[in-house]
């Protein structure tokens, strides 16, 4: 049983509803996975293993038909240490919550129990969620298990090494700028960002808040398509959240439409570099469109001024969610944090309203770019997973990046167009490190994204190489 960790999360879950195995023995066998790996990797450094047992037991116990245990049919899961899980010790990264200990879950955790998800464990973070290497001084660095000495990425970092590993089937994620895309590139998973409200939240600052959304990880985009569909759904506590669609995302990947025209953008119309590999690697991969029928051609949305936008957009979310916060304890947190805090109190009216007003123009040009592709397609990085002591990267080519998350303007720039993206495995460097790719789709067009990512996975056929065995770097 202990070798069920080799199954996709579609697999367990049939074998759940079939009773050929048990809520419990997919803990015991998560919990053996973990043990077996985690003093390396550091990726889920919070267990919750009581918990789970005592929820797979009533759920045992209360006669609910196993076709009604939700999506995931008592399914273990990993939640990233930025929600709330009731009576888990829940630290935002943060040296200032160390010993933090909710009263209740956020809606996410609820609706995703609710589905029949078990929450195992919470998944390592930066600081408060903010940069795309996942270290703090609560818990440590996480290690990527394809080479010990590289970085995972962030900020859903402990998540997507808890998935490539297979400590854990399925794991929760969020993004603001890059936390899902990133560490799933960088781990050889996949990260779906879906729209603003397409998953539900609460007990949040900023309620109204549509940069940040929380997402699905997995290793397959059938998983993602399956966590997705624990996830979401309309509740009265997210003012923006939205119905559950009618037709399932599972279905959208076992009965894809193909797409007919695709574009593939190397750089976003020169918006930022991307080191040479690493882009050959995914225009390689985005040419593989062609063998399922589609036209690819290379184009990309006018997103000139996307960065400057979010830039802004980014600084004043940054006051709205942590100003208060941070205000008073700005010795206790990192010099960055801080930076980003004085970022947004120099901004003025007139600044946020233009920054509004051209991020308006900029949907709208995206949006219309989907009146003639199906999807856009991009590096989901502009480098290879790097030396996990580097905070961030500041060069690539000569040039100098200004701050230190501008070498994710990649992917922040789409998170600027509100556009569902997902980043898919595509290859490895010379060196064995993963690359993944960003798949783009139109508004509010999860269903087709992930189709579309689904028969790309096929041809690629790199899916069957995970779960891996940590990869330890040379002493």
Known sequence: MTELFRLSAREVVKKLKAKDITPLELIDAAESRIS????????????????????????????????????????????????????????????????????????????????????????????????????????GKTLNPWNTAMTCGGSSGGSAVAVASGQTWLATGSDLGCSLRTPAAFCSVVGLRPSPGRIARSRIRIPYDNLWVQGPMART?????????????????????????????????????????????????????????VAEICEGAAQKFSDIGASVEEDCPDLSDARDIFHVLRAYQFVGDLGELLRSNRDKVRKEVIWNLEKGEALSAGELANAERARGQLYARAAAFFNDYDLLITPATVVAPFDVNITAIDEVDGHKFENYFDWYTIAYAITATSLPAISLPCGFTNDGLPVGLQIVGPPRGEAKLLGAASMLEQVLGISNQMPIDPVLAPA
């Not at 919750?48 to 037991?57: L, N, S, W």
């Not at 506590?237 to 025209?261: E, G, L, N, W, Y």
């Open 221 to 277: 985009v059938g998983d993602t398509a399956l966590m997705l569909d624990a996830m979401t759904g309309e509740h009265p506590a997210d003012p923006i959240s939205m119905p559950r669609p009618q037709r399932p995302f599972v279905d959208a990947v076992d009965h894809p439409t193909p797409p007919k025209r695709v574009a593939w953008s190397r750089d976003l119309g020169g918006l930022t570099p991307v080191a040479r590999e």
């Open 36 to 139: 077996e790996t985690d003093e390396v990797l550091n990726a889920l450094p919070t267990l919750c293993f009581d918990r789970a047992r005592k929820q797979a037991e009533r759920m045992m116990k209360d006669g609910t038909p196993d076709d009604a245990r939700g999506w995931l049919g008592g399914l273990p899961v990993a939640v990233k240490d930025l929600n709330d899980v009731s009576g888990v010790r829940t630290t935002y990264g943060s040296p200032l919550f160390a010993d933090h200990v909710p009263d209740g879950s956020d809606v996410m955790v609820e609706t995703l129990e609710g589905n029949g998800g078990l929450v195992v464990a919470k998944s390592n973070t930066p600081e408060l969620g903010h940069g795309a290497n996942t270290f703090n001084e609560v818990f």
